[in-house]
C-alpha cells in the first residue's frame, strides 16, 4: 500500500508543475478563457485521482470501469453518426472496427497486474501534462493542424523525451533486463496511444 501513495504522491508533484505551467500560460488570457482553463485542470485532477484509486484499491474496479469507459465510447460514435443523419455509413463501420479492437486491447489491458497497470498510469499522467504545457509554453509547429490544431510538434516531442526519462528513473521493476524492456515498450506505446486519442478529439 505504501508504493500505491508513493506513486500517487509523484502524480501529486507532477500535477502541481503543471498547475505552475498552466499559470504562467494564462497570465495574460481574458477571464472567461482562464476560467475554462483551471476548470478543465481541476476536473482532469479529480477524474485522474478517481481513477487512479480504483486501479489502487482493487484492480478489478478498474475493470468495471473500463467496461463502462468502452460503453460510453461506442455510445457516443453511434451518437455521432446519428447526428450526421447516417451518413458515411462506410467510415461508420471502419470506425466502429477499429474501437473494437483497441477496445478488446484495453479490456485486456486491464487484466495485467496491478504494478504494471499504475506504472502506465503514472506515465500517461506525466506525458499528457507536460506534452501540453510545454507545447503552449513553446509550441510553434502544429503537430496535424487540420485534425487536432492545439498540439504541436513541441509538444510531442519534449512531452516523450520526459515520459521517456522519468519511465527509466520511476520503473518500479529495475531488477532484469526483461522487466526493463517491459516497461520502455509500455512507455511507448501508452505514448503512442495518447497522442493518437488526442488528435481525434
Known amino acids: ?3 500505491v501513495w508513493v506513486i500517487y504522491l509523484v502524480i501529486v508533484v507532477y500535477y502541481l508543475l503543471g498547475t505552475a505551467g498552466i499559470y504562467f500560460i494564462n497570465r495574460k488570457k481574458d477571464t472567461d478563457t482562464r476560467r475554462k482553463a483551471w476548470i478543465k485542470h481541476v ?5 485522474i485521482s478517481l481513477l487512479y484509486f480504483s486501479i489502487a484499491i482493487k484492480v478489478i474496479l478498474f475493470r468495471y470501469v473500463a467496461v463502462l469507459i468502452i460503453i460510453a465510447g461506442f455510445l457516443e460514435l453511434t451518437n455521432l ?3 450526421s443523419g447516417y451518413r458515411h455509413i462506410l467510415f461508420f463501420g471502419a470506425s466502429l472496427m477499429i474501437l473494437a479492437l483497441l477496445s478488446a486491447a484495453f479490456f485486456s489491458f486491464t ?3 496491478q504494478g504494471l497497470i499504475l506504472f502506465a498510469f503514472l506515465i500517461l499522467c506525466i506525458f499528457d501534462g507536460f506534452s501540453q504545457v510545454t507545447g503552449q509554453l513553446l509550441g510553434k509547429r502544429k503537430l496535424l493542424p487540420r485534425i487536432s490544431p492545439n498540439k504541436t ?4 516531442i519534449r512531452g516523450s523525451c520526459f515520459d521517456s526519462e522519468c519511465t527509466r528513473v520511476q520503473r518500479p521493476y529495475p531488477g532484469r533486463s526483461g522487466e526493463v524492456t517491459d516497461y520502455c515498450i509500455c512507455c511507448s506505446g501508452v505514448c503512442i496511444w495518447r497522442r493518437c486519442s488526442q488528435v481525434t478529439l
Open 1 to 3: 500500500m505504501k508504493s
Open 43 to 47: 476536473t482532469y485532477f479529480i477524474l
Open 81 to 83: 453518426y446519428i447526428k
Open 111 to 113: 487484466g495485467m497486474g
Open 153 to 156: 510538434v513541441e509538444g510531442l
